[in-house]
């Protein structure tokens, strides 16, 4: 019998050529992949379509985490979505076991932001502010 790993406990990694202490995100969505399908129909076949592959498509990565003002992924976005100066970097989501050891490991290939995003500021609340990026990506691979 396997035994079905949690996914509260992961690590994100930014390639970003220095290491960085900023990667501690609390949700990670978007890992998804399908194959996109061209339908072709033959003359005088009026049953069905032909439905064949044309490639993958892959969702756009979104990351969420506790607002961090001074931030080397913050500024790579910002640099992106103010200067319009994009440096797609390489990043590695792993999920972890009890002893921090990755239990998978998913390769995001060419990653650059599309979006950034922080909650609402609200003083009926006691809640935390929130930061979201959203990252377009060429190609993502389970590694190992």
């Given at each position: 019998m396997h035994n079905i790993p949690a996914g509260f406990h992961f690590k994100v990694e930014f390639k970003l050529g220095e290491p960085t202490a900023d990667n501690r995100f609390q949700e990670v969505t978007g890992l998804t992949a399908e194959v996109?399908?061209?339908?072709?129909?033959?003359g005088g076949l009026n049953q069905y379509a032909h439905k064949l592959p044309t490639g993958a498509k892959y969702g756009n990565l979104l990351l969420k985490r506790g607002f961090i003002s001074d931030s080397s992924i913050t500024d790579w976005c910002r640099n992106a979505l103010e200067n319009f100066s994009f440096d797609p970097v390489d990043v590695g989501i792993s999920l972890l076991n009890e002893k921090h050891e990755p239990?998978?490991?998913?390769e995001f290939m060419g990653a650059w932001p599309v979006k950034w995003s922080v909650s609402d500021f609200k003083a009926q609340e006691n809640a935390l502010v929130i930061e979201s990026l959203e990252l377009a990506y060429?190609?993502?691979r389970k590694v190992g």
């Open positions: 996109t399908v061209e339908e072709l129909r033959e239990l998978a490991v998913w060429r190609m993502f």
